[in-house]
């Protein structure tokens, strides 16, 4: 199983930014997927999530900002983030699971999910 990001970099506060993930390995279409996000010294955070069937789930600060979408027909999970705030850098990663879905939820417990990819930066600054 393999997830790979793409799309971070520096942006300029009230700028955009639209993250991808690919994933191979696995059965896209039967997995629930979502963003995490970690600054330094801090733990891992929920972003945002979509369940297999396409339904959602945003954290707070996300709320408004941010876009998840899935693309089952390339294996594709996108976080369009905008307008994007001065905030400390992050490491933005995409999640894959669980690998038993029982539920169909848009899951936002970082145990909930099997997989991770190897993330990618995100800076806001002037």
């Known amino acids: 199983v393999q997830l790979v990001e793409s799309g971070g970099g520096l942006v300029e506060p009230g700028g955009s930014l639209r993250l991808t993930c690919v994933a191979s390995?696995?059965?896209?279409?039967?997995?629930?997927m979502a963003w995490f996000r970690q600054a330094p010294g801090k733990e891992r955070e929920f972003a945002a999530a979509?369940?297999?069937?396409?339904?959602?789930s945003y954290n707070e600060f996300a709320k408004g900002r941010f876009v998840i979408t899935r693309s089952s027909t390339t294996n594709t999970v996108y976080l369009q983030m905008i307008p994007l705030k001065p905030e400390a850098p992050a490491v933005y990663y995409c999640g894959a699971g669980p690998v038993v879905d029982h539920y169909g939820l848009a899951y936002a417990r970082e145990d909930d999910h099997a997989y991770w990819g190897q993330g990618t930066q995100v800076t806001v600054s002037s």
């Open positions: 390995g696995v059965t896209f279409s039967n997995y629930a």
């Open positions: 979509i369940a297999w069937s396409g339904g959602t």
